[in-house]
């Protein structure tokens, strides 16, 4: 997540960091807003609803389940080397992730 937030910064974007825990101070150095929910796993769900698209990279059991919310809330997603379930685009890169999402938001 840190390096998401990062290029997301580089090119002037704001991030927001949904985090399992109670701190706020426990968000990575480029997150804008830190969002504590305490909530542990049960806060996958929060991810994709409160995002317009999901790039998926990598990951285990919790990119899993916000992969699922992401088809509940209806989210376009791209993976980049992540589970293999349907529904979400194996991307070749992150420019073709990018890509892919913003076709599917129509812009």
Partial sequence: ?????????????????????????????????????GMGHARNALVP????????IDGGPGTLSELGYAG???RPVAGLGT??????YAADSPADAVEYVLDALGE
């Fill in 1 to 37: 997540m840190a390096a998401a937030c990062e290029g997301a910064t580089a090119e002037g974007g704001r991030t927001i960091g949904i985090l399992p825990g109670r701190d706020r101070e426990a968000a990575n150095a480029h997150v804008d807003v830190a969002i504590a929910t």
């Fill in 49 to 56: 609803l409160n995002g317009d698209a999901v790039v998926a």
């Fill in 72 to 74: 509940v809330f209806d």
């Fill in 83 to 88: 589970h293999d379930v349907d529904g979400v």
